[in-house]
Protein backbone atom coordinates (compact mmCIF):
# COMPACT_ATOMS: atom_id res chain seq x y z
CA UNK A 1 0.00 0.00 0.00
CA UNK A 2 2.57 2.47 -1.03
CA UNK A 3 0.92 4.87 -2.82
CA UNK A 4 -0.61 8.15 -1.17
CA UNK A 5 -4.20 8.95 -2.17
CA UNK A 6 -6.87 12.01 -1.00
CA UNK A 7 -9.56 9.97 0.94
CA UNK A 8 -11.58 12.72 2.15
CA UNK A 9 -12.09 16.64 1.16
CA UNK A 10 -13.93 19.23 2.59
CA UNK A 11 -14.49 23.37 2.76
CA UNK A 12 -15.77 25.77 4.23
CA UNK A 13 -16.43 29.29 3.47
CA UNK A 14 -17.59 32.23 5.79
CA UNK A 15 -21.29 33.06 5.12
CA UNK A 16 -21.09 37.02 4.33
CA UNK A 17 -21.12 37.50 0.91
CA UNK A 18 -19.76 40.84 -0.73
CA UNK A 19 -20.38 41.49 -3.88
CA UNK A 20 -18.35 43.59 -6.64
CA UNK A 21 -21.47 46.28 -6.23
CA UNK A 22 -20.81 46.23 -2.24
CA UNK A 23 -16.85 46.92 -3.03
CA UNK A 24 -18.01 49.62 -5.18
CA UNK A 25 -19.12 51.61 -2.40
CA UNK A 26 -15.75 51.95 -0.68
CA UNK A 27 -13.13 52.29 -3.92
CA UNK A 28 -13.98 53.82 -7.12
CA UNK A 29 -15.03 50.44 -9.09
CA UNK A 30 -17.57 48.83 -10.96
CA UNK A 31 -19.01 45.67 -11.19
CA UNK A 32 -18.79 45.67 -15.08
CA UNK A 33 -14.98 46.55 -14.55
CA UNK A 34 -14.62 44.06 -12.24
CA UNK A 35 -16.12 41.15 -14.03
CA UNK A 36 -14.49 41.94 -17.70
CA UNK A 37 -10.78 42.23 -15.72
CA UNK A 38 -11.27 39.31 -13.77
CA UNK A 39 -14.57 37.21 -13.95
CA UNK A 40 -15.12 37.59 -10.19
CA UNK A 41 -18.89 38.56 -9.24
CA UNK A 42 -18.34 37.82 -5.64
CA UNK A 43 -16.21 36.48 -2.84
CA UNK A 44 -17.19 35.36 1.02
CA UNK A 45 -15.03 37.45 3.77
CA UNK A 46 -14.90 36.92 7.20
CA UNK A 47 -16.64 38.83 9.59
CA UNK A 48 -14.37 37.39 12.51
CA UNK A 49 -13.66 33.86 11.99
CA UNK A 50 -9.97 33.56 12.22
CA UNK A 51 -7.89 31.39 9.75
CA UNK A 52 -7.69 28.55 12.37
CA UNK A 53 -11.81 28.39 12.99
CA UNK A 54 -12.35 27.93 9.22
CA UNK A 55 -9.07 25.41 8.86
CA UNK A 56 -10.89 23.43 11.27
CA UNK A 57 -14.17 23.44 9.69
CA UNK A 58 -12.81 22.43 6.46
CA UNK A 59 -10.96 19.74 8.19
CA UNK A 60 -13.79 18.04 10.21
CA UNK A 61 -15.47 17.84 6.72
CA UNK A 62 -12.81 15.69 4.94
CA UNK A 63 -12.16 13.60 8.05
CA UNK A 64 -15.71 12.51 8.32
CA UNK A 65 -15.74 11.92 4.41
CA UNK A 66 -12.12 10.06 4.77
CA UNK A 67 -13.51 8.15 7.73
CA UNK A 68 -10.54 8.99 9.82
CA UNK A 69 -10.99 9.75 13.57
CA UNK A 70 -8.94 13.17 13.96
CA UNK A 71 -7.15 11.16 17.15
CA UNK A 72 -5.33 9.15 14.63
CA UNK A 73 -3.78 11.75 12.69
CA UNK A 74 -0.45 11.45 12.55
CA UNK A 75 0.63 14.95 10.65
CA UNK A 76 -0.90 18.20 10.21
CA UNK A 77 0.11 20.81 7.51
CA UNK A 78 -1.52 23.89 6.80
CA UNK A 79 -0.43 25.94 4.16
CA UNK A 80 -1.03 29.71 4.74
CA UNK A 81 0.00 33.39 4.42
CA UNK A 82 -2.86 34.74 6.93
CA UNK A 83 -2.47 33.08 9.84
CA UNK A 84 -3.91 33.83 13.03
CA UNK A 85 -0.52 34.56 14.73
CA UNK A 86 2.98 33.75 14.30
CA UNK A 87 3.42 31.11 16.77
CA UNK A 88 0.98 28.71 17.53
CA UNK A 89 0.91 27.68 14.11
CA UNK A 90 -2.58 27.16 12.06
CA UNK A 91 -1.73 23.90 11.92
CA UNK A 92 -1.04 23.50 15.78
CA UNK A 93 -4.39 25.44 16.62
CA UNK A 94 -6.16 23.53 14.57
CA UNK A 95 -4.30 20.21 16.15
CA UNK A 96 -6.08 21.74 19.75
CA UNK A 97 -9.68 22.10 18.03
CA UNK A 98 -9.27 18.78 16.61
CA UNK A 99 -7.65 16.97 19.68
CA UNK A 100 -5.32 15.34 16.88
CA UNK A 101 -3.14 14.49 19.81
CA UNK A 102 -0.73 12.38 17.90
CA UNK A 103 0.46 14.83 14.71
CA UNK A 104 3.03 16.80 13.87
CA UNK A 105 1.99 20.02 12.78
CA UNK A 106 3.71 22.76 10.62
CA UNK A 107 2.25 25.68 8.71
CA UNK A 108 3.68 26.19 5.52
CA UNK A 109 4.24 29.81 3.58
CA UNK A 110 3.57 29.06 0.24
CA UNK A 111 1.03 32.02 -1.23
CA UNK A 112 -1.14 30.48 -3.18
CA UNK A 113 0.65 27.48 -4.66
CA UNK A 114 0.35 26.80 -0.74
CA UNK A 115 -1.81 23.66 -0.87
CA UNK A 116 -0.12 22.03 -3.83
CA UNK A 117 3.33 22.37 -2.09
CA UNK A 118 1.39 20.81 0.72
CA UNK A 119 0.42 17.77 -0.87
CA UNK A 120 3.58 16.73 -2.12
CA UNK A 121 5.52 17.51 1.23
CA UNK A 122 2.90 15.36 3.49
CA UNK A 123 3.64 12.44 0.54
CA UNK A 124 7.03 12.78 1.17
CA UNK A 125 6.74 12.48 5.10
CA UNK A 126 4.09 9.99 5.13
CA UNK A 127 6.45 7.78 2.61
CA UNK A 128 9.51 8.60 5.07
CA UNK A 129 8.30 8.81 8.49
CA UNK A 130 5.92 5.58 7.85
CA UNK A 131 2.33 8.03 8.79
CA UNK A 132 -0.70 6.35 8.16
CA UNK A 133 -2.28 9.41 7.04
CA UNK A 134 -2.05 12.77 6.96
CA UNK A 135 -4.15 16.23 6.99
CA UNK A 136 -3.29 19.08 4.35
CA UNK A 137 -5.09 22.32 4.57
CA UNK A 138 -5.05 25.37 2.45
CA UNK A 139 -6.65 28.58 4.48
CA UNK A 140 -6.55 32.04 4.04
CA UNK A 141 -8.56 34.98 5.95
CA UNK A 142 -6.87 37.07 3.48
CA UNK A 143 -9.38 39.80 4.59
CA UNK A 144 -6.96 40.68 7.50
CA UNK A 145 -4.27 41.77 5.30
CA UNK A 146 -6.20 43.65 2.12
CA UNK A 147 -5.79 47.34 2.05
CA UNK A 148 -9.04 47.72 1.21
CA UNK A 149 -8.42 51.29 -0.18
CA UNK A 150 -6.74 50.04 -2.87
CA UNK A 151 -9.21 48.71 -5.65
CA UNK A 152 -6.64 47.36 -7.68
CA UNK A 153 -6.12 44.64 -5.19
CA UNK A 154 -9.54 44.37 -2.85
CA UNK A 155 -11.33 43.30 -5.53
CA UNK A 156 -9.35 40.41 -6.62
CA UNK A 157 -9.28 38.45 -3.23
CA UNK A 158 -11.97 36.55 -0.17
CA UNK A 159 -11.65 34.61 2.46
CA UNK A 160 -11.94 30.69 3.01
CA UNK A 161 -10.61 27.13 3.41
CA UNK A 162 -10.43 23.60 2.09
CA UNK A 163 -9.02 20.30 3.40
CA UNK A 164 -7.90 17.02 2.10
CA UNK A 165 -7.12 13.85 3.97
CA UNK A 166 -4.64 11.83 2.86
CA UNK A 167 -4.25 8.02 3.22
CA UNK A 168 -2.06 5.00 2.08
CA UNK A 169 -3.46 2.99 -0.96
CA UNK A 170 -3.01 0.14 -3.53
CA UNK A 171 -4.50 2.50 -6.12
CA UNK A 172 -2.62 5.09 -7.75
CA UNK A 173 -3.23 8.59 -6.05
CA UNK A 174 -0.67 11.30 -6.02
CA UNK A 175 1.49 10.31 -9.24
CA UNK A 176 4.27 13.34 -9.77
CA UNK A 177 4.29 16.97 -8.92
CA UNK A 178 6.39 19.57 -9.99
CA UNK A 179 7.26 22.37 -7.12
CA UNK A 180 9.41 25.47 -8.39
CA UNK A 181 9.96 29.54 -7.27
CA UNK A 182 11.66 32.19 -8.68
CA UNK A 183 12.54 34.70 -5.37
CA UNK A 184 13.86 36.75 -7.62
CA UNK A 185 10.24 38.27 -9.15
CA UNK A 186 9.48 38.19 -5.33
CA UNK A 187 8.80 42.13 -5.01
CA UNK A 188 5.93 41.94 -6.89
CA UNK A 189 3.85 40.33 -4.58
CA UNK A 190 4.13 41.45 -0.88
CA UNK A 191 3.20 41.10 2.65
CA UNK A 192 5.00 42.74 4.87
CA UNK A 193 4.87 41.39 8.49
CA UNK A 194 7.07 42.86 11.00
CA UNK A 195 9.18 46.33 11.80
CA UNK A 196 12.50 46.42 12.23
CA UNK A 197 12.52 49.05 14.56
CA UNK A 198 15.37 47.90 17.73
CA UNK A 199 17.28 50.02 20.40
CA UNK A 200 19.74 48.23 17.75
CA UNK A 201 18.30 49.31 14.45
CA UNK A 202 20.51 51.76 12.24
CA UNK A 203 17.28 52.86 10.64
CA UNK A 204 13.73 52.22 11.77
CA UNK A 205 12.10 50.05 8.88
CA UNK A 206 8.12 50.03 9.48
CA UNK A 207 6.71 47.09 7.20
CA UNK A 208 3.17 47.63 5.19
CA UNK A 209 1.26 45.02 6.34
CA UNK A 210 -1.29 44.71 3.47
CA UNK A 211 -1.41 43.22 0.01
CA UNK A 212 1.17 45.06 -2.50
CA UNK A 213 0.90 43.62 -6.11
CA UNK A 214 2.25 44.40 -9.20
CA UNK A 215 -1.05 43.24 -11.33
CA UNK A 216 0.67 43.26 -14.62
CA UNK A 217 3.79 41.29 -14.02
CA UNK A 218 1.97 38.95 -11.92
CA UNK A 219 -0.67 37.99 -14.36
CA UNK A 220 2.60 37.52 -17.29
CA UNK A 221 4.29 35.13 -14.89
CA UNK A 222 0.85 33.25 -14.16
CA UNK A 223 0.14 32.41 -17.69
CA UNK A 224 3.79 31.32 -18.36
CA UNK A 225 4.08 29.01 -15.56
CA UNK A 226 0.70 27.41 -15.59
CA UNK A 227 2.75 26.27 -19.27
CA UNK A 228 5.68 25.15 -17.78
CA UNK A 229 4.21 23.55 -14.75
CA UNK A 230 1.22 21.91 -16.42
CA UNK A 231 3.89 20.40 -19.56
CA UNK A 232 6.40 19.51 -16.68
CA UNK A 233 4.23 17.42 -14.61
CA UNK A 234 2.95 15.46 -17.20
CA UNK A 235 6.46 14.30 -18.86
CA UNK A 236 7.17 10.81 -18.54
CA UNK A 237 4.17 9.64 -16.97
CA UNK A 238 2.32 8.07 -19.84
CA UNK A 239 -0.31 10.37 -19.60
CA UNK A 240 -1.45 12.35 -22.28
CA UNK A 241 -3.95 15.08 -22.40
CA UNK A 242 -6.89 13.22 -23.27
CA UNK A 243 -6.27 11.15 -20.55
CA UNK A 244 -7.11 14.64 -17.95
CA UNK A 245 -10.35 14.98 -16.74
CA UNK A 246 -10.17 18.12 -15.26
CA UNK A 247 -7.27 20.72 -14.49
CA UNK A 248 -8.43 22.26 -11.42
CA UNK A 249 -6.04 26.09 -11.30
CA UNK A 250 -5.45 28.57 -8.63
CA UNK A 251 -8.41 30.64 -9.06
CA UNK A 252 -6.97 34.63 -9.67
CA UNK A 253 -8.40 35.14 -12.92
CA UNK A 254 -10.46 34.16 -15.93
CA UNK A 255 -8.32 36.24 -18.58
CA UNK A 256 -4.91 34.10 -16.72
CA UNK A 257 -6.85 30.53 -17.40
CA UNK A 258 -7.93 31.55 -20.68
CA UNK A 259 -4.64 32.49 -21.78
CA UNK A 260 -2.37 29.58 -19.81
CA UNK A 261 -4.94 27.56 -22.10
CA UNK A 262 -4.37 28.83 -25.44
CA UNK A 263 -0.88 28.62 -24.83
CA UNK A 264 -0.89 25.04 -23.82
CA UNK A 265 -3.46 24.88 -27.12
CA UNK A 266 -6.20 23.13 -24.58
CA UNK A 267 -9.94 23.67 -24.58
CA UNK A 268 -10.75 26.17 -21.77
CA UNK A 269 -13.53 23.27 -20.81
CA UNK A 270 -10.65 21.39 -19.09
CA UNK A 271 -10.16 24.25 -16.47
CA UNK A 272 -12.58 24.00 -13.58
CA UNK A 273 -13.28 27.67 -12.47
CA UNK A 274 -15.27 28.84 -9.38
CA UNK A 275 -13.27 31.95 -9.29
CA UNK A 276 -17.17 34.22 -9.93
CA UNK A 277 -18.80 33.20 -6.68
CA UNK A 278 -15.33 32.57 -4.38
CA UNK A 279 -12.69 35.13 -5.51
CA UNK A 280 -8.93 34.53 -4.73
CA UNK A 281 -8.67 32.95 -1.61
CA UNK A 282 -5.06 31.95 -1.95
CA UNK A 283 -3.80 29.08 -0.48
CA UNK A 284 -7.51 27.67 -0.16
CA UNK A 285 -8.47 28.03 -4.01
CA UNK A 286 -7.26 24.81 -5.39
CA UNK A 287 -8.97 22.72 -2.14
CA UNK A 288 -11.92 25.02 -2.26
CA UNK A 289 -12.46 23.65 -5.80
CA UNK A 290 -12.08 20.36 -5.39
CA UNK A 291 -14.72 20.11 -2.81
CA UNK A 292 -17.31 21.77 -5.07
CA UNK A 293 -16.33 19.45 -7.86
CA UNK A 294 -16.73 16.16 -5.77
CA UNK A 295 -20.20 17.70 -3.96
CA UNK A 296 -20.86 18.24 -7.66
CA UNK A 297 -20.47 14.67 -8.57
CA UNK A 298 -17.89 15.23 -10.65
CA UNK A 299 -14.96 13.24 -9.60
CA UNK A 300 -14.96 9.37 -9.74
CA UNK A 301 -12.60 7.37 -8.89
CA UNK A 302 -9.98 6.42 -11.09
CA UNK A 303 -10.40 9.94 -12.62
CA UNK A 304 -7.30 11.74 -13.62
CA UNK A 305 -6.72 15.57 -12.56
CA UNK A 306 -3.95 18.10 -12.90
CA UNK A 307 -3.37 21.11 -9.35
CA UNK A 308 -1.56 23.83 -10.96
CA UNK A 309 -0.96 26.86 -8.93
CA UNK A 310 0.85 29.96 -8.60
CA UNK A 311 1.93 32.93 -6.70
CA UNK A 312 3.51 35.35 -3.91
CA UNK A 313 7.44 34.29 -3.56
CA UNK A 314 6.83 34.15 -6.75
CA UNK A 315 5.82 30.26 -6.68
CA UNK A 316 4.47 27.69 -8.53
CA UNK A 317 3.45 24.09 -8.61
CA UNK A 318 1.71 21.34 -10.14
CA UNK A 319 0.60 17.93 -9.27
CA UNK A 320 -1.25 15.22 -11.33
CA UNK A 321 -3.05 12.70 -9.59
CA UNK A 322 -5.33 9.88 -9.67
CA UNK A 323 -9.05 11.01 -7.54
C1 LIG B 1 -5.15 43.32 -11.12
C2 LIG B 1 -5.68 43.16 -12.53
C3 LIG B 1 -7.12 42.68 -12.51
C4 LIG B 1 -5.65 44.52 -13.23
O1 LIG B 1 -6.08 44.39 -14.56
P1 LIG B 1 -5.25 45.07 -15.73
O2 LIG B 1 -5.98 44.80 -16.98
O3 LIG B 1 -3.83 44.58 -15.63
O4 LIG B 1 -5.39 46.59 -15.37
P2 LIG B 1 -4.22 47.65 -15.11
O5 LIG B 1 -3.52 47.33 -13.82
O6 LIG B 1 -3.41 47.77 -16.33
O7 LIG B 1 -5.07 48.96 -14.90
C5 LIG B 1 -5.80 49.55 -15.96
C6 LIG B 1 -6.53 50.76 -15.42
O8 LIG B 1 -7.61 50.30 -14.59
C7 LIG B 1 -7.54 50.97 -13.33
N1 LIG B 1 -8.05 50.06 -12.29
C8 LIG B 1 -7.39 49.21 -11.50
N2 LIG B 1 -8.24 48.56 -10.69
C9 LIG B 1 -9.46 49.03 -10.98
C10 LIG B 1 -10.74 48.74 -10.48
N3 LIG B 1 -10.94 47.84 -9.50
N4 LIG B 1 -11.80 49.38 -11.00
C11 LIG B 1 -11.65 50.28 -11.98
N5 LIG B 1 -10.44 50.60 -12.51
C12 LIG B 1 -9.37 49.98 -12.00
C13 LIG B 1 -6.09 51.29 -13.14
O9 LIG B 1 -5.94 52.37 -12.23
C14 LIG B 1 -5.67 51.65 -14.53
O10 LIG B 1 -6.08 52.98 -14.79
P3 LIG B 1 -5.13 53.97 -15.63
O11 LIG B 1 -5.01 53.32 -16.99
O12 LIG B 1 -5.91 55.22 -15.63
O13 LIG B 1 -3.86 54.02 -14.87
C15 LIG B 1 -4.82 42.17 -13.34
O14 LIG B 1 -3.56 42.74 -13.60
C16 LIG B 1 -4.62 40.86 -12.65
O15 LIG B 1 -5.56 40.13 -12.36
N6 LIG B 1 -3.35 40.47 -12.41
C17 LIG B 1 -3.04 39.26 -11.74
C18 LIG B 1 -3.17 39.48 -10.28
C19 LIG B 1 -3.27 38.23 -9.48
O16 LIG B 1 -3.83 37.27 -9.92
N7 LIG B 1 -2.70 38.26 -8.29
C20 LIG B 1 -2.73 37.17 -7.38
C21 LIG B 1 -1.80 36.14 -7.86
S1 LIG B 1 -1.80 34.82 -6.78
Not at 50 to 56: A, C, E, F, G, L
Not at 143 to 149: A, L, P, Y
Not at 192 to 221: C, Q, W
Request: glycine letters at 6%; a negative charge; proline letters at 2%.
Amino acid sequence: MSNIKIAGIGAYLPSLVVTNDRISEFVETSDEWIVQRTGMRERRISEGENTSDISTKAAKLALERAGIDAKDLELIIVATISPDMFIPSVACLVQSNLDADKAACFDISVACSGFVYGLETAKALMMSMNYKNALVIGAEVLSKVTDWTDRSTCILFGDGAGAAVLKRDQAPGIIKSYLRADGKKGEALTIGATDFDTPFSKEKKLAKRTIDMNGREILRFAVSVIDEAVTEVMKDTNVSFDDIKYIVPHQANYRIIKLAAEKLKLSEDKFYLNLEKVGNTSAATVPIALNEMYEKGLLNKGDKIILVAFGGGLTYAATLLEW
